[in-house]
Structure formats: structure tokens, C-alpha cells
């Protein structure tokens, strides 16, 4: 949907932006676009906070100037310098993910685009911009073709091995998993799971069999990436993740996601994370 919208922007000699909520996203949002786009003669960049200080100037450089058509990031988008040549439409993903005040910051930065914001996570305050703002709202309700039905279940500590059994069985006809934990390090402060530990333990314990990646928020965005491409091309059997992985990962073949203390985060967290497998 979003990609039709730019494509009708672009060919009318407008740019086009769309801003995501992480790195890992925005990249990801970048290949599938270009791939999609590969027949056409557009350009197309990404700009987030990890891309190196020389290629962000030129790329500025380029948006200011026109060069660009198609601009793909994340908070990046909304710096000072941060200048367009001819805004036409603004596209933000995972949109709960952002503030009124980000989402403005974008927008304000063409003489009034378009806007398309998307989230498969409605909350309250988006719905009251939606009822009582200027926004048409679209939903679409059916699901993509072969989903299929993905059941929730809640369950103790105590059932820890028949879970990581299932993990172990799942594997053998491919199944990969996501393992999510609240916190990267464990703290002195709140008694909670912390991904690092618990890494170490299940590679030396349940999953001692499998392929264990680790991925978390403190990591630098090229080995958040790299990380992800190998769990993608299943050199992974499992993820030991924090909410790093929340928003809009495409993962075929993740189809258990297990999530540790789950009262530590919020319905839309939850939402989301849930959306990671049955792809």
C-alpha cells in the first residue's frame, strides 16, 4: 500500500519519505523496496543514525538537491539539516512507535504532504487523532494469503523444559524461534531476565543442540544487522533478543516466539511481538 502511494508520488517529480522506528526496520525496508524497484529509475537512500558521518552529508546533500526520490529511515529523518528539494508524501511506519511532536517534525519539513501513517497496533491516542484530526482511516482487515492461526498461551516457570522441548522438536521440521527477555544485563536493581545471561545458559542447557544468536539494543546497528540476516538465512536455529526485534521483522520461517516476563511490557509491545512469527 505504502509502496503504490510513493510510486504515484514520485512519478508526479515529488520525493518521497518513509520513516520506521529502528534501524534493523528501516534497513530492512530499504532492501525490499529497492528489490521491489529494481526496473525503475528511481533513487532511492536510507538515513539513520548509524549511517557513517561522510555518506550522511552527501546523502543530505542529495535529498536537499532533489537527487534522491525515495528517502527510507529513522529519527535521522527529523534532524535540522535534514532539508527536501520537493516533499510530497510522508509515510511513517509503526507509527506508535513516534511522538505527535516526531511525526510534526517530518511533515512540517514539506509544504503540506501527504501523509500515510501505518500501524498494525492501534492505541487510543491515534484513534482520537483519527475521529477527531484530519485523517481518513483505512483498515484492512484480511490477512496475507496461508497464515496461519497463531495460538497464545500462558505458562509458569515450572513448564521452562517441556517448553524448550517443544523449541528442540519444533527445529527438526524447521521451525526457528524467537527467545525475548526485558532486560540485556541483568540488574541489582529489578529481579527480571536479562538476555545475555540467559544466552549463555541455554547454550550450555536446553537448546545446547541448536544454533543460538544473541541480539539486543546496546549492540552497534551493523551487528544488529548482520545478526538478523544470519537468523534469516537460518544460520540461526533460535534468538535470545530483548524488544529490539518489536517492529516489523519478516522472518518466514520464526514460528515460536517465547517472551519472558511478560508483565513487563506493554499490550502493544506484546501485539507486536506476537507478529514476529506465523509469517
Not at 21 to 31: G, M, N, R, S, V
Not at 33 to 49: A, D, Q, S
Not at 111 to 138: E, K, N, V
Request: hydrophobic letters at 40%.
Amino acid at each position: 500500500v505504502a509502496l503504490i502511494s510513493i510510486l504515484i508520488c514520485v512519478s508526479s517529480g515529488y520525493q518521497a519519505v518513509i520513516m520506521a522506528p529502528t534501524e534493523i526496520l528501516a534497513d530492512q525496508h530499504f532492501k525490499t523496496i529497492t528489490n521491489f524497484l529494481t526496473t525503475f529509475n528511481y533513487k532511492i537512500e536510507i538515513l539513520i543514525g548509524g549511517t557513517k558521518k561522510n555518506d550522511k552529508s552527501v546523502i543530505k546533500d542529495n535529498i536537499k538537491n532533489g537527487n534522491i526520490n525515495i528517502i527510507i529511515g529513522t529519527h535521522a529523518l527529523i534532524e535540522e539539516d535534514v532539508e527536501f528539494s520537493k516533499l510530497g508524501l510522508v509515510v511513517i511506519d509503526e507509527q506508535h512507535r513516534f511522538g505527535v511532536a516526531h511525526r510534526g517534525k517530518l511533515i512540517s519539513k514539506g509544504i503540506s504532504p501527504d501523509i500515510l501513517i501505518m500501524t498494525a497496533t492501534p492505541i487510543p491516542r491515534t484513534l482520537t487523532m483519527t475521529f477527531y484530526g484530519d485523517l481518513d482511516l483505512s483498515l484492512i482487515k484480511e490477512l496475507p494469503k496461508n497464515r496461519m492461526p497463531i495460538k497464545t498461551v500462558l505458562r509458569g516457570e515450572s513448564k521452562l523444559p517441556e517448553i524448550f522441548q517443544f523449541v528442540n522438536d519444533k527445529n527438526k521440521i524447521g521451525y526457528q524461534t524467537f527467545i525475548v527477555y526485558p532486560l540485556v544485563e541483568e540488574s541489582e536493581k529489578i529481579d527480571l531476565k536479562a538476555a545475555e545471561v540467559y544466552y549463555e545458559k541455554l547454550k550450555s542447557t536446553f537448546l545446547k543442540n541448536l544454533k543460538i544468536g544473541l541480539l539486543h539494543g546496546r549492540m552497534n546497528w551493523k551487528e544488529k544487522d548482520e545478526t538478523m540476516q544470519k537468523f534469516k538465512n537460518k544460520e540461526f536455529d533460535a534468538l535470545v533478543s530483548t524488544t529490539v526485534i518489536e517492529v516489523g521483522l519478516d522472518i518466514p520461517d520464526a514460528n515460536i516466539i517465547i517472551i519472558n516476563d511478560a508483565e513487563r511490557f506493554g499490550l502493544s509491545q506484546l501485539h507486536q511481538l506476537r507478529g514476529r512469527v506465523g509469517r
